[in-house]
């Protein structure tokens, strides 16, 4: 199984930008999935998580109100829609995927497949 994010860069405080999540190897429609992200020096932090039907969405209380998880399981990619940005949300981005679970979870140990990370830079 493999993800892949994409979608990180270089923008402004304020502005938007969308991360995308591809997987290959197995249809993720069975699996909840979710965003972390991981600023320079501190621990991997939960984002957003999406069921596996994308009927019920969690939020880290820094984010909620500003991005928006999303999935299509038919081209079985999953978003993370980001707006209103700030120099706070300079991370690391990595998508995960659960094995088999119906909602997700904020801890990471439930996971078991991750992406390779997608650097978003928030400028001031």
């Known amino acids: 199984v493999q993800l892949q994010a994409s979608g990180g860069g270089l923008v402004q405080t304020g502005g938007s930008l969308r991360l995308s999540c591809a997987a290959s190897?197995?249809?993720?429609?069975?699996?909840?999935m979710g965003w972390f992200r991981q600023a320079p020096g501190k621990e991997r932090d939960f984002v957003a998580g999406i069921s596996r039907s994308g009927g019920y969405t969690d939020y880290a209380d820094s984010v909620k109100g500003r991005f928006t998880i999303s999935r299509d399981n038919a081209k079985n990619t999953m978003y993370l829609q980001m707006n209103r940005l700030n120099p706070e949300d300079t991370a690391v981005y990595y998508c995960?995927?659960?094995?088999?679970?119906?909602?997700?979870?904020?801890?990471?140990?439930?996971?078991?497949?991750w992406g390779q990370g997608t650097l978003v830079t928030v400028s001031s």
């Open positions: 995960a995927a659960t094995k088999g679970r119906v909602t997700p979870a904020r801890w990471s140990q439930f996971y078991d497949y």
């Open positions: 190897g197995r249809t993720l429609s069975s699996d909840a």
